[in-house]
């Protein structure tokens, strides 16, 4: 796993994400290698999952491609090319079930 994605994950950890889910996508789709999917209890709460992840790799001279969903919070969207990360409230995850439609997709150990 790359180390941008790992940095993702851990701003993600320190900002109480829940259920956060790893895909693993080079063998089933040309536009990104991996999926990071994670919930957060609001839209206020997604919004500083989101920002900590922004805010960190940006640490590191990474900002994202393009942002979508801020300020309805319901899902946010960061696309950082070789990853994208999925942020969402718990009902609007079950709605769409990303984990389902990319069930091909190799499943990732989340790192502690």
């Not at 796993?1 to 320190?14: G, H, K, P």
């Not at 718990?90 to 150990?109: I, S, T």
Request: net charge negative.
């Amino acid at each position: 796993m790359i180390e941008d994605l790992r940095s993702a994950v851990r701003a993600a950890q320190d900002r109480k994400a829940q259920d956060l889910s790893l895909l693993d996508l080079k063998d089933v789709s040309s536009f990104t290698d991996f999926f990071l999917i994670c919930s957060g209890t609001s839209t206020r709460h997604t919004q500083a999952i989101c920002d900590g992840i922004v805010e960190q790799l940006k640490k590191s001279g990474v900002t994202p491609s393009h942002v979508e969903g801020y300020s309805q919070a319901e899902w946010i969207l960061l696309d950082y090319l070789n990853f994208v990360v999925h942020i969402f409230l718990e009902r609007a995850r079950l709605f769409y079930d990303l984990e389902r439609l990319w069930k091909n997709a190799r499943r990732l150990d989340v790192p502690g």
